[in-house]
């Protein structure tokens, strides 16, 4: 079916200039990237290009925008913060705000007032450019489409019925969601988006710019489209639910704040037994200090390779990264730990000063030792007390060193207590300490974890009891 022609249903006019004035964008081509931006704009193209219609038919637009809202609606089932205006609006007002450019990295890191006036003019006209986009509704896009269709346009019209219509409902606001909706009110609201420029600038002095202001916690994906990828629901856990840990915990926090304010501050490995909350209280930092700029990159032990990578994608950022390794060690036959030496100290590239490394190990010395390291005989080694010592000083590279230990029973009983407290459990002292360590007797001994899986289970059972009265 190729598309009749009509001078009453040709769809050019306002959505060509506005395809011209996207393609003539200076900053914010980042909004329109990406597989959904691609998709609006294919369907962009193919409404206002005659020769599109030469060699296609109605099918191939109607598939175009079919593809469009596929691609909204999977990102909306991954929206975790407060919505605005239909999808395609919602996307706009989200890319335009997470946007990574020369005014927004500018914005970032200098008042408003220091910002060069050129760069801040492109970034207005810039700015009313998006504001068309986002005017151009799921339902403009719609109807275009089903002007362009006349063949089609009764099935279009019962399929899409209302469709363009459908509105996002605001989900529950976080904290870090309360300040990013607000600005996305501001600009669906506003007149003239060129005209807030300078009240973006304040924003993103405040947030970040692009993915470092719309997330606080990242994972390494060395083989993915994006490497640097963002976690939008990182682990809650707070300090106040780590209990039993304080003196332990209190070197690392000390080093944590002054690295955030700006401080050098020392790499940080924290070692010792399972289950006492070494991973858990390096995930708590994130939750203490992201509103004061720190960010946490999780990396797995085998990408360590990939360190001088990490550091280019943050280096002169004004946040503070921490790189997170996680069970952190290294079997005899294993060299990878000579990579995280470098990263360490004495790489040919400076680390910078905005990055920490924190790991988290069963081990003190991190590479596993033998006997035969030790002793020369039945070793082809000939300075095997050298290559005892080159394991050891891995360790010994990171400046705050902090032991984790099982809990004697007074320690785990204490921490039970703490998460009782904290669970509002209101048992007799006697009876929760009998539970606990006929739990701990059963299960995994004396841990903090042990202690959190028994609060878990109490929580059930008093449930269980309570429905049954």
């Not at 909204?72 to 706009?92: H, I, K, P, R």
């Not at 809990?407 to 207590?417: E, K, T």
Request: charge should be negative.
């Amino acid at each position: 079916m190729q598309r009749r022609h009509s001078g009453n249903n040709h769809p050019k006019g306002g959505l060509t200039q506005l395809q011209t004035r996207i393609y003539a964008m200076n900053l914010f081509h980042d909004v329109v990237d990406g597989p959904v931006g691609d998709a609006f704009v294919r369907v962009l193209d193919s409404l206002t290009d005659e020769l599109f219609w030469e060699h296609s038919d109605e099918t191939t637009l109607i598939e175009q925008f079919a593809i469009l809202v596929d691609l909204l609606q999977a990102e909306s089932l991954g929206e975790t913060g407060s919505t605005a205006g239909d999808m395609w609006q919602n996307y706009v007002l989200n890319r335009t705000l997470q946007s990574m450019n020369l005014f927004t990295v500018a914005a970032e890191s200098h008042p408003v007032e220091d910002i060069d006036r050129a760069l801040l003019h492109k970034a207005r006209a810039d700015l009313r450019t998006l504001q068309e986009v986002h005017s151009t509704t799921l339902t403009v896009i719609q109807n275009a489409v089903m002007a362009a269709c006349d063949d089609s346009r009764a099935v279009l019209e019962e399929s899409w019925s209302d469709w363009g219509e459908l509105r996002l409902s605001r989900r529950p606001e976080t904290l870090d969601a309360s300040a990013l909706h607000g600005m996305k009110l501001r600009l669906a609201g506003a007149k003239d988006w060129g005209d807030l420029a300078n009240d973006m600038a304040r924003f993103i002095a405040t947030t970040g710019a692009g993915h470092f202001g719309r997330y606080r916690a990242f994972r390494w994906e060395p083989f993915g489209d994006v490497r640097l990828a963002g976690i939008a629901e990182p682990d809650p856990i707070r300090m106040a639910n780590l209990i039993g840990y304080e003196r332990e915990q209190e070197a690392v926090l000390r080093n944590t704040r002054h690295f955030v304010h700006g401080a050098p501050g020392n790499n940080v490995l924290l070692y010792g037994d399972g289950g006492t909350g070494k991973s858990s209280f390096i995930k708590s930092l994130l939750n203490e200090f992201g509103g004061q700029g720190l960010r946490l990159i999780e990396v797995a032990k085998d990408d360590l390779a990939e360190f001088p990578s990490i550091v280019r994608a943050v280096r002169g950022r004004k946040e503070r990264f921490i790189v997170f390794v996680d069970d952190l060690s290294f079997e005899e036959q294993e060299t990878e730990y000579k990579a995280l030496k470098a990263m360490l100290e004495g790489s040919i590239e400076a680390r910078p000063e905005n990055v920490l490394i924190y790991a988290t190990s069963n081990r003190r010395h991190l590479v596993r030792e033998s006997f035969a390291d030790r002793s020369a005989p039945g070793s082809d080694d000939v300075h095997p007390f050298e290559t005892m010592q080159e394991k050891i000083s891995l360790s010994e590279r990171f400046g705050l060193r902090v032991a984790f230990l099982s809990p004697d029973q007074d320690r785990f009983l204490a921490i039970v207590r703490g998460l009782a407290e904290q669970e509002h459990i209101g048992m007799a002292p006697d009876d929760l300490r009998r539970r606990a360590l006929q739990w701990a007797q059963w299960q995994n001994g004396f841990s903090g974890r042990t202690a959190r899986q028994f609060i878990n289970d109490l929580i059930g059972v008093l449930a269980e009891e309570r429905a049954r009265v």
